[in-house]
């Protein structure tokens, strides 16, 4: 498969220089580049899966069917900051105390 890509001069002529002190073409850096890529990627979902005993195929499905399932939330760093200014306006002196107070 062919790819084309745009990339400024200074980097491809740097990696050119780096490619050709290793012996290599700068095609073959980029090849071996996205091939340790894919690998990395596969070798760590297998580890992932392997450490819960699960095939990478059921552990998949499991997370898509509880995905449908559940409300799923994430805490974005602005949650956090705003949890802090509460607890700094409220002078609280640990977060789990402003989490007795609300309940």
């Known amino acids: ?11 491809v002529n740097d990696a050119r220089k780096i490619a050709s002190d290793m012996g290599k073409n700068l095609n073959q850096i980029i090849r071996e580049y996205l091939e340790n890529l894919t690998r990395q990627q ?14 990478v195929e059921t552990a ?3 997370i ?11 805490i974005a760093p602005e949650d956090i900051v705003q949890a ?5 306006l409220h ?5 789990l105390t402003l989490r007795i107070q609300h309940r």
């Open 42 to 55: 596969k070798a760590e979902a297998d580890a992932a899966t392997r450490k819960l005993s699960v095939p």
């Open 1 to 11: 498969m062919n790819i084309t890509l745009s990339v400024d001069d200074k980097p």
């Open 91 to 95: 002078s609280l002196k640990s977060p």
């Open 84 to 88: 802090i200014d509460i607890h700094r």
């Open 60 to 62: 998949r499905r499991k």
């Open 64 to 74: 898509e069917l509880l995905s449908s399932r559940t409300d799923v939330f994430s």
